[in-house]
């Protein structure tokens, strides 16, 4: 990392800006945290983490993790990728402690997911309906393997780009496009009512 | 990792901060980082490198195995294969390759890389350097180095040897100590340093040829009893492979005193018709192999 003497400070900081000033004065984590703290409790709460304290929990030691190892982070990564990857390496970590199955809970994004895997041989009367039942969607989305919930958690819940979700989950993009097309397969054979396979 | 939450209520950034002065934690140093990252290069390209001299060690065996005698040790090339295939040294190059694979695969960009690409970029390098390393001449110091330490491994000489250790299957392997004046007969020491008296009544002029050249030979016939040390031989081949130049010139000059030619043209006896395959090793003896 170079370091530069005077990096900027406030809102107007880039997350870079804030890590390398961060390096110098660990108060001026608190906007880095600031920023992703939303972002990132929406993404574990979509990963499967149901409970407040234990996302809280998660959270705090993902931030913690990344203070102590700021120095590793990679410049030509965007930090937010970064973060993400050690927010996620944390939730799976708790989910391996805790021996906790996800409880996934869906809301606004089912809508997206349901139109990315609507087809041609969609019921559209049926697509209809489970859009009236979230829970459906939330039930097969928790039936799929953690590699392809990942995957399609990253993709159309946090809107990331193939580079971005390569670099959270630590696999090539190639690998990243084959793990979506079988997780959108996987989903649809969850949902023989609807998707006809 | 311990969850401390002590100040449950206050914003994240609160707790974040508190707990990082509470456990006085600091940002872990940038070397240590670069260390990490290059001990984990290093440890791949080493893994590479071993792995050439595994791929070194694999074609060294391969092209001095005795593929054309294969059907008098082995019976058919197939059982061959397996008896001869340098396994050992396929199972290391494989293995180094995914150790190599596995250490840049957590380099800093290592996981951008596919298994299949780094495999066979490193796979790549490992068969020219290992290519590099059979045309300098270093395979068969590379197959030595092992020794017999590993339980399931013998270097391709010994394994060799060991096949021409077996005079009931009329195969047999030593050094020509010394022929018979009137070439009727010489004695050979084995591979295990028993002496045997071969008799070469049934040898041909090119037979000859490879005893006057001394060093090792290989001999198919069939022992004259199963309890005497009496070898009748039928064909004479030379133990090239493992012999330097240096070691040939040597053994040429001891039994060079005792060499004599003798033109023998007719066929063998029906002791060394019945030998197998006698067809496909006369016409070898006849080519001069």
């Given at each position: 990392m170079s370091a530069d003497p005077l990096p900027r400070k406030g809102i107007d900081a880039s997350d870079e800006e804030i890590v390398r000033r961060t390096l110098l004065d660990k108060e001026a984590f608190t906007p880095l945290i600031m920023r992703y703290e939303a972002k990132l409790a929406r993404y574990l709460e979509r990963l499967g983490v149901g409970l407040l304290e234990d996302r809280e929990d998660i959270l705090q030691n993902a931030f913690i993790k990344a203070y102590k190892n700021l120095n590793s982070f990679d410049m030509t990564l965007t930090f937010s990728s970064w973060m993400y990857r050690i927010a996620h390496n944390e939730a799976m970590s708790f989910f391996r402690r805790k021996h906790a199955r996800p409880q996934i809970i869906l809301s606004e994004e089912s809508e997206m997911l349901l139109t990315e895997l609507r087809d041609e041989h969609a019921d559209a009367s049926r697509l209809t309906e489970l859009r009236l039942s979230r829970e459906g969607l939330a039930k097969a989305f928790q039936t799929l393997p953690p590699r392809y919930r990942d995957v399609i958690a990253l993709r159309y819940f946090e809107d990331r780009s193939y580079t971005e979700m390569s670099d959270i989950l630590e696999v090539p993009v190639g690998t990243v496009s084959t793990l979506l097309y079988r997780a959108k397969r996987a989903l649809r054979e969850a949902l023989p009512d609807i998707f006809s396979v | 990792m311990t969850t401390i939450n002590p100040q449950r209520g206050h914003t994240l950034a609160e707790q974040v901060l508190s707990r990082i002065e509470h456990e006085q934690l600091s940002p872990r140093p940038r070397w240590r980082f670069i260390v990490k990252n290059y001990v984990f290069w290093c440890l791949g390209a080493l893994a590479i490198v071993l792995g050439a001299l595994a791929f070194a060690a694999t074609l060294f065996e391969i092209t001095n195995v005795d593929w054309h005698l294969s059907t008098a040790t082995h019976g058919n090339l197939f059982s061959f294969f397996f008896a001869a295939a340098p396994i050992f040294w396929v199972v290391a190059f494989i293995l180094l390759i995914l150790i190599g694979y596995i250490n840049v695969r957590y380099t800093?960009?290592?996981?951008?890389?596919?298994l299949l690409v780094i495999a066979l970029v490193a796979g790549l390098v490992s068969l020219l350097l290992g290519a590099g390393i059979y045309a300098f001449g270093f395979g068969r110091a590379i197959v030595e180095i092992p020794g017999d330490h590993p339980p399931f491994y013998r270097p391709i000489f010994a394994v060799q040897q060991s096949w021409w250790l077996a005079p009931e299957k009329g195969l047999l392997g030593g050094q020509v100590v010394q022929v018979a004046p009137d070439g009727n007969s010489f004695v050979l020491s084995d591979f295990s340093d028993r002496t045997w008296e071969i008799y070469a009544g049934d040898l041909a002029a090119r037979d000859f040829a490879v005893i006057a050249r001394g060093g090792k030979v290989r001999i198919v016939g069939a022992p004259?009893?199963?309890?005497?040390?009496v070898f009748h031989a039928c064909f004479v081949f030379s133990w090239?492979?493992?012999?330097d130049s240096a070691e040939q010139e040597s053994k040429q000059s001891t039994v060079a005193s005792s060499t004599y030619e003798r033109n023998v043209t007719g066929g063998r006896s029906e002791i060394c018709k019945g030998i197998r395959p006698y067809q496909q090793l006369r016409s070898m003896d006849e080519e001069g192999l």
């Open positions: - | 800093d960009h290592g996981y951008r890389h596919s004259v009893a199963a309890t005497s040390s090239e492979t493992y012999l």
